[in-house]
């Protein structure tokens, strides 16, 4: 199988799933059935629908996903916090200051 989405974890499907509309139950489902990246590959309409109890709309939704998976996005666990990414996005700009710098004063 030649799937990205068979190495994400728990949380990531979660977040996929969330991206998609899902309510909070069928999250949660998802979550408490420990769905992974593996198993949401190998998920079939019937054990949406009867074992996780996924409404008929996020059902067409994930089936399609499987079906015709797109390259990847980056989904952000709904646990990293946003004052984390501000972090990382200061770190990135401070990284790249530095080297425009750098390559500014080595210019010959």
Known sequence: M???RIEWNVEQVCAFVSSLGAPQSVIETFENELIDGRALASLTDQELKED????LGIRKKIIE???NPQPPLTVIPSS?????IQS???DVSIVFSFVVMNFLLNKN
């Open 2 to 4: 030649n799937d990205w």
């Open 52 to 55: 996780l109890k996924v409404p």
């Open 65 to 67: 996903a499987i079906k």
């Open 80 to 84: 990293l916090q946003s004052s984390q």
């Open 88 to 90: 990382q996005s200061i």
